[in-house]
Structures are given as C-alpha cells and as structure tokens.
C-alpha cells in the first residue's frame, strides 16, 4: 500500500513538474512570438516607408488613444518644465485655431489637439504623442505669415497621425509587449514616467530620417487642403538653411533632423509638379506678430 | 531678408530644382541671427525637466474645437479641398 501511495504521489509529481515546465515554455514562446511579430512589422516599416502602409502596420502594434494620450499628456508636461509657455493669450489662442484647421484635415480630425508657443529662442518645434505640438519664440519668430506657420505646425501634426514617437517608445524594452501592457502598467504619473525616460528626453530623440521626410511630404498637403500656400513649409526651410551650423540656436534641431537642404531635396522630388497649380493663401495680414 | 520666393521656385518647377534652389548650400551663410535674452532648450534641459501641471493645463485650456477652427477658416476665407498625400519619392519610383 505505502509503495502504491508513493508510486501514485512520483507520478504525481512528475506530471506536476511537466505542466509547469509547458506553461513556462508557453509563456516563452508566446513573448517570443511576440517579438518576432513586433520586429516583422517594424522591419516591414523600415523597408516601406509608405505613410498608409506605415500607419496601417503600426496600428497592429498599436496602443489605444486613451493611452496615447496619457503618455502625450506626460510628455508636454515634462517639456513645459523645461520652457513654459509664452505669456500672450491671443498668441496661444492664434496658433490653436491654425493648428486646429490643419489638423482638421487630417485623418484624425477629431483629437483633441493643443498646441503652444513656448519661451526658447532656439529654433524648434515639438510633437508629443496625442496630439500636443510645440514651436519655440524662436521658431515663431522667424514665420512671415500664417501659411508658414501652418506648415510648421503641419509637420509636427504629421509626427502625430504617423505616431513617430510612439514607435520609438515602441522600440524600447519598456512596452516590448504593446499596448496591453501598457494598459495594465498605466496607473499614474511615475509609472508612465518610467515609460518614457527621463524629463521630455523623448522629443530630444532623432526619428528616423525617413519620418522626418514623411511629416515634410504630409504638412504641405495638409496645408493645401486647409486652404494655404502650400509652398510656404519650404520657404521656412530655406530661411533655417541659412543659419550658421555653429549657430547655438539651431543645435538641436540641427542634431534631430536632416538639413534643411536635404528636406527641400526630397520635398522638390516628392511635390515635383503636384502642387504647382494648388492656389493657397499665405494671410499676410492676419499673422499674429510675436511681441519681442 | 530673404528674398526667393515661389514664384522664382516655380518657374523652375516640375524637377528638383525648384526647392534645390532654395537650399543653402549646406553651409548656412549665417544670415538668420536668432535675438538674444531667452535661454536655449538643448538635451540637457529636455531631460531634467520636470513636470509642469500649471503650465499643462494652461495649454489645455487654450483647445480650440473643430467647429470654432472652422469659423477661424472662413473668417480668412480659407476653403478646405481635397488632396492626396504625397508618396515617398523612393517608393513611387519604385
């Protein structure tokens, strides 16, 4: 009987032992799974750099807009630490109704966009995901009219609707797993901190230089549908061109994008003769003037 | 102060030599001097920053809803249109 007992509790045992070591490697190979799916649709990205395509393969790896949002919200705080905002309403109030018009027309109208002016003489902007988009005193300052000011604000709208920086944090170990994770981990501030690195790091980050090209190519025809001049995105990058590549004021932005020069090389062969005869407005008039 | 402007790209439109025309030269002349007084926002800064809740919801207040941009366009007689988006150069020569 004993013999029979311990005979009955070894195989037991052994079956025990068995089942766990097949959820374990289930487990393994279900994160594996993952990864090699992750890293499939990533490498298909980098082959195609395609904006629908693109747009269509990261939604598979994609995270929901409540939680785009959160990890945005986070972001534009962070940035706003390091410079806050221009004290001048009118201007804040300007800038979110071009904002919100060229966003207007594109595939995701219905965000709740915002949009600042913050105090940098540094020649900048910058997208955070679900829809907060930046430009610096600096920047601002170097607009001539409403039209450049919508092709800025267009190119930081393309980073958005591409989530560019989304599949940044999406390369890091961070939210290897996506989404559900990152569902289940979002629960306050600290923790979506610890998601996107330190302070506003994240938008010091360089993209890749085909999303840099890609948020170029989707602000002018954002700003040919909304009605502007199309070629006014070029005209600011003419004018950034110009600096001096010591120029202080330019390192970052230097450091982050590809130069001007090269963007107007790809925008010339991507607009070639498309837009030629799109007639926009550039509102001169309107334009609201920084005060110094 | 700077003096090329569209119509003198457009002429040269229909190749790469519209916009290449505009570019610097890869130099930078060093024509566009940025004015002086108000820090910079290098790296450093970007990732010590702290998070600013005032200054977030100060921005957040300023949201503008669709219908509102809306009004916004025609007021500067803005007429929205269609257009498609531009395919990569790489990919379309493909």
New interface residues.
Partial sequence: MIVLMKAIMKYLLVAALTLACSAAWSFDFEEEFTKILKDGVQKKIEE?????TSSALLGLVGISQEEEITIG??I??????????VKD?SL??YV??????VA??SER??L?????V???????AFASPGG?IFL???LY??LQN?AELAGVLGHEIGHVIRKHHLKILQQSSLIDLGGKLISRQIGG?DKV?KLI?????I??RSLDK?AE??AD??A??LA??????A?AL??V?????????D???V??LFKTHP???DR???????????L?D?KG?T?VA?FYRIK? | MLNVRKEGMRKDSGDIGGLLSMASGRAGTGKVVATTGIRGLDEVELKSAKYNETELNLVESYAINRADAQLFAIQGKLVARQFDYLPSPEVSSK
């Fill in positions: 195609k750099s395609d904006a629908a919200r986070q534009a705080g962070n940035l706003l630490g390091a410079s806050a905002l309403r804040q109030i979110n109704n071009v904002g919100r018009w207007s027309q109208p219905d709740t966009w915002h949009f600042g913050i105090e940098s003489n540094d020649v900048n907060y610096t005193r600096g300052s170097l409403e501030s901190q690195g330190n302070g506003a790091e938008v010091a085909n090209f890609e190519r989707i002018v025809v040919a549908r909304a009605g502007y001049d070629f070029p005209e990058l003419q004018q950034i061109g110009h600096f001096a590549k120029d202080g004021s390192a970052l130069h001007p020069d107007l090389e790809k925008l010339g062969l991507a607009m070639s003769d498309r030629e799109v407005k509102l309107r110094p």
